[in-house]
């Protein structure tokens, strides 16, 4: 179904991909993929990957038109799938069904929370923690990257208690939740509270187009609008981009204007517990291990664990038939299901 560009929009250089979703790749090592641009295809919108230069080979643009016909015949879904590397992409939902219809379906099981095994993650994270702060004292210069590793993973798991925290699937104690989410994370320089505000917009409107606050594609006009803009994206998407969610980060999480004026009072009180958390974490680090003491014990964890924050970002709703609609198009229920990908990790990174 994928039809082929003679001339392809520009050449990148980045380094070979793998998928990580599920199945074993099969992507050509040639191609490196960047949904770049939406555009009209009879009616229907698709995306266009991007190229890259590899040695003399330049792989050309492919652009695929991701349609309600295509994704309804089973035979080019299991098409699509062994082509992405992925296990199974669904069949598109039907017009008539609703988020609250999907929600009723599911059993009561899941909307319980359980004390003990939000607890035992709490235990589990910061006991993995510990052992890479102990690890990272006693290994020698050449087992630092698996001890940073270890101790970035672990403080991920910090990351997925707040998240549990700002869902209300923690604890029936909204005050708790609130103190448990802002405490853990507290070590990623991550202010809770505009991270939930943040999120809580990106479930709204998951995989609408300039209206989520986690990822949409990259327009052409942006591409074209500034050369060094350009340079930027082409870099974030290929060799930087297991650390784009610094860059977003930054941006989303600082800047008081982004939230409605209901909100500015909790944003406010989280970072000041971030700044808080700088002031006094970071030179008591610094005095007790020295400027590379900070680097090996908290820089590079965090490093470790944005790695895993960016990959998280871009494999959960990104993907070559998964569609961004604008507001008129959009449908709630459609985007929470087919807008959304299940990745299966490795059971040495479940908590």
């Known amino acids: 179904m994928a039809c082929r560009l003679s001339n392809p929009a520009f050449q990148l250089e980045a380094p070979p991909v793998r998928a990580s979703c599920g199945a074993r790749s099969k992507v050509s090592p040639g191609m490196y993929c960047l949904k770049w641009r939406t555009f009209q295809h009879q009616g229907h919108i698709s995306y266009q990957s991007l190229p890259y230069k590899k040695s003399t080979k330049v792989v050309q643009a492919a652009v695929l038109p991701i349609s309600a016909p295509l994704l309804e015949n089973e035979e080019q879904r299991k098409q699509l799938c062994e082509m992405y590397g992925f296990t199974q992409i669904g069949e598109p939902l039907p017009d008539n069904i609703t988020l609250k219809n999907v929600m009723d379906t599911l059993p009561k099981k899941v909307f319980e929370i359980d004390d003990m095994k939000a607890w035992k993650s709490v235990l589990i994270s910061v006991t993995s923690y510990a052992l890479g702060i102990f690890m990272l004292s006693k290994a020698p210069w050449y087992l630092l990257p698996l001890a940073w590793a270890w101790t970035g993973t672990a403080a991920t798991g910090f990351f997925v208690i707040g998240h549990d925290c700002a869902h209300k699937s923690f604890s029936r104690n909204k005050l708790v939740e609130d103190i448990v989410g802002t405490l853990a994370f507290l070590p990623l320089i991550y202010p809770y509270e505009p991270w939930r505000f943040k999120h809580d917009r990106h479930h709204a409107k998951t995989n609408m ?6 990822w949409h594609p990259v327009w052409r006009k942006e591409i074209d609008s500034s050369p060094v803009l350009r340079k930027a994206i082409i870099l974030g998407y290929g060799p930087f981009r297991p650390w784009m969610s610094i860059a977003h980060w930054l941006m989303w999480h600082f800047d008081l204007k ?21 002031a006094i974490g970071w030179p008591l680090i610094v005095y007790k291990t020295g400027v590379l003491g900070w680097i090996k ?55």
């Not at 909100?263 to 808080?276: Q, T």
Request: charged share 15%; hydrophobic share 45%.
């Open 209 to 214: 187009l300039s209206e989520d606050t986690a």
């Open 258 to 278: 982004k939230f409605r004026p209901s909100e500015v009072g909790r944003v406010k009180i989280s970072l000041a517990c971030v700044f808080a958390f700088i």
């Open 297 to 351: 014990f908290w820089f590079m964890p965090w490093m470790v664990y944005h790695f895993w924050m960016s990959t998280f970002t871009m494999v959960h709703h990104t993907a070559p038939h998964i569609p961004f609609k604008t507001s008129e198009e959009w449908n709630a229920a459609r985007a929470q299901l087919g807008g959304t990908v299940h990745c299966n990790y490795p059971r040495c990174f479940h908590s």
